[in-house]
């Protein structure tokens, strides 16, 4: 039976492969992604396939808030029922840089969006008999940390500080959807390690050039990486929430994943988002 997927990210990397992949096996797959362009070719991509009818691009910045609750409602709109949220949306930026509501990007992109997407498809996701949430993050890293005196990093920016604090985010938001939602929809944490998504422009021109040459020789493809995490879209787990690195189970007991910093993050989040919303 064909399912109907949702896909934050799905014009690059992991999420087009997974868009692909699910597109070739019969399913409906709402692809959101940034890019008129990599949405323009991933539609070529459908159609000669054979999938193209199937495919429902939307192009979204994600980094914005408002924009998250658009595709929220759009969705929601055209499919009161989704098996499946995708969320694999990030994009390293290698000087702290503020969207237009004054959130730091990768904070805004990499984590809220993920949070923002989660909630608001939750009623969607609740009407499917199997439900899943795959979130491709870092789960099993253990490096980096939540700043929480600092979330939006103001004091002390850095690419690599953003991205880890991204990912020990994404680690919480999952325990603490977990918790609130009391299980409806089972949530997969899953970290795939070092992949070759092909696109190293956002990085300055000498470490896109060492990227590069490390992915020649260390990098997973993405054909490595999408099989197994498409099988979970397929069998999802039955315990409600499970972490993942490179396809070894990882223990929830680790201390990234501590049920009261998941707590206060959902917190912190959630009187972010009443601020924003009530200063529009």
């Known amino acids: 039976m064909s399912k109907i997927i949702v896909i934050a990210g799905a014009t690059n990397g992991i999420g087009r492969g997974i868009a692909l992949d699910r597109l070739r096996r019969g399913d409906v797959v709402v692809a959101v992604g940034s890019s008129a362009e990599r949405g323009a070719r991933l539609r070529a991509d459908a159609e000669q396939a054979g999938a193209g009818d199937r495919l429902d691009f939307l192009r979204a910045d994600l980094s914005s808030t408002t924009e998250n609750d658009r595709v929220i409602d759009h969705v929601t709109a055209r499919h009161p029922v989704i098996d499946a949220l995708v969320l694999t949306a990030n994009r390293q930026s290698p000087e702290r840089r503020e969207t237009a509501e004054g959130l730091e990007f990768t904070f805004a992109l990499y984590y809220l969006s993920r949070y923002l997407l989660g909630y608001g498809l939750r009623g969607a996701l609740e009407a499917s008999p199997s439900p899943v949430i795959l979130n491709v ?44 939602t009391g299980g409806t929809v089972r949530y997969v944490m899953y970290h795939p390690g070092f992949t070759d998504n092909g696109d190293f422009s956002q990085l300055p021109r000498p470490l896109s050039v060492l990227v590069k040459l490390l992915a020649r020789f260390a990098a997973r493809s993405i054909d490595q990486v999408v099989p197994p995490l498409s099988g979970l879209l397929d069998t999802p787990p039955l315990q409600p929430l499970t972490a993942v690195d490179r396809g070894r189970t990882v223990p929830l007991t680790l201390r990234t994943f501590d049920p009261a910093d998941a707590r206060r993050l959902a917190r912190l989040t959630e009187e972010l988002l009443t601020f924003r919303r009530t200063s529009r």
């Open 137 to 180: 993050a870092g789960a099993g890293n253990t490096a980096g940390a939540v700043i929480w005196d600092d979330l939006q990093l103001e004091r002390r920016y850095g690419m690599l500080r953003a991205q880890l604090q991204g990912g020990r985010a994404n680690d919480l938001l999952g325990v603490s959807f977990t918790e609130k």
